[in-house]
């Protein structure tokens, strides 16, 4: 099990950063973690920590995500950009099987992932919470066990949260409690390291850590407490019963006029699982393949059941959202759907709020 066991921390000076990366292109992973690309910050591929965003910092509110530079040397001094784990794991586009056609003979082949060991930097509380609802939700599904088995999973705690950030409330941040490897606090001169499994306490031996001081440990609590001081909030963890009293609340309707259906905000949640199957054809006949892709509750062909499409309204699409995203999810995981990344607000082309939505139907305090 990892990130449940309270292990001591020790430091590590920020011109040590690379040890980290050696150590764990030593035991055999690929590295993946936050980069400045497009104007935002993505998880792409790393080879050393210089290519980590020195001194980066973003700004977000509904319908906006601006990121700027600072002078300060920390590295991941922003907060939760457009992708969360989702497409490292559950692929956007998963080739499921292949058929091929020559001089009447069909051929079929099973398609599966490389199995590259991956080791992430970079994950947020909230994106270890989402990335255990998906664990529970894909238990049985080979492709997405096979990318997700043997991953190092490297947290950071925040220190910037975003303003549209609520994990606070949702109970699944700011700091890291379960599911990581390694645990990370960034500091001016830095970083906390925790270890939080048997694999990450081997790793751990082999950087060039020394004992964290009181300083250090108190200027991460003072961290960590400033970023759990979040201007967002859900009225309660619960919100099952007062969503679904509320189906006929006249603000869906209001909603609606300004939601585009587009399904933005499902395609950045980290805890949405909805795909469907295609079939794509080469036009010459000789080959063909069914591939799984992200689905969204907002598209018109999600809800299509033998001639009839349910949610025919985007009215019926965004209550659909909320109510199995913070209600009926309880019945089916145990908990709300959402971990208050904030990504569905930064990503909404028209701002939509879902902390604002959720208090306008069910009130402030559900
Ligand atoms: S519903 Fe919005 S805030 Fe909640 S986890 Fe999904 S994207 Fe993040
Ligand atoms: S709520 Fe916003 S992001 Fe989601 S479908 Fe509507 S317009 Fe698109």
Known sequence: MKGTLVDEQKFLVRERLDALFRVVVEAGYAIVGPRRQDDAIVFAPLTSADE???????????????????????????????????????????????????????????????????????????????????????????????RRAGALLIAVNCSHPAATCFCASTGDGPVASAGYDWMLDELDDGYLVQAGSEVGRALLARLPTTAASAEHSNAAG???????????????????????????????????????????????CPTCFCNTQLDEAALDGTQAGRVRVWDSCFTEGHSYIHGIVIRDDTRKRYRQWLTHKLGSWHAQYGRSGCVGCGRCITWCPVGIDLTEEVAAIVGENA
Do not use: M
């Not at 082949?109 to 255990?132: F, S």
């Open 222 to 268: 003072q961290q960590r407490a400033a970023a759990a001081r979040q201007q967002r909030r859900l009225p309660g963890r619960n919100l099952q019963a007062g969503l679904f009293a509320q189906l006929e609340h006249p603000r869906w309707t209001e909603t609606a006029v300004r939601c585009l259906s587009c399904g933005n905000c499902t395609s950045v």
């Open 52 to 146: 980590l965003p020195a001194g980066v910092r973003d700004a977000q509110k509904p319908g906006e995500y601006r990121l700027s530079e600072s002078a300060s040397p920390r590295r991941f001094s922003f907060a939760n950009g457009p992708q969360a784990l989702k497409p490292l794991f559950f692929a956007a586009h998963e080739p499921l099987w292949e058929s091929t056609h020559d001089q009447g003979r069909l051929s079929f082949t099973a398609l599966k992932p490389t199995g590259e060991r991956l080791a992430v930097i970079g994950v947020r509380a909230c994106d270890l919470a989402a990335l255990a609802l998906h664990d529970a939700h894909f238990a049985h599904d080979a492709h997405y066990t096979r």
